[in-house]
């Protein structure tokens, strides 16, 4: 049973999710505002910081957690990515 965070949490990624194609339009666009790009920035930030204690509360400590600053975003996402498509495929093959 998921907890009251947790259905927060899963508010936030669906609210995240309907706001990416407008965000990523207007970067591609030039219409993105300073100021709205800061704010998005923001909410992303809070975001990884809410997983992150997510993941701690779930019993993996701050200390085992990668800190390498010199990996980049997009590696990072590759490997979410990659994760979520051997999952779907795994779930897929199920009966």
Do not use: H, N, W, Y
Not at 72 to 80: A, D, F, G, P, T
Not at 82 to 88: E, G, L, Q, R
């Amino acid at each position: 049973m998921l907890s009251p965070e947790d259905v927060d949490l899963v508010a936030t990624f669906r609210k995240i999710t309907g706001l990416m194609p407008g965000v990523s339009f207007d970067i591609l666009m030039g219409t993105l505002t300073p100021e709205r790009e800061k704010e998005f920035g923001e909410i992303l930030i809070e975001l990884g910081e809410s997983l992150r204690r997510r993941a701690e509360r779930r019993g993996l400590s701050a200390d085992s957690m990668p800190q390498d600053e010199t990996k980049i975003l997009s590696k990072r996402m590759e490997r979410v990515i990659d994760a979520s498509a051997v999952t779907i495929v795994d779930a897929s093959r199920k009966p």
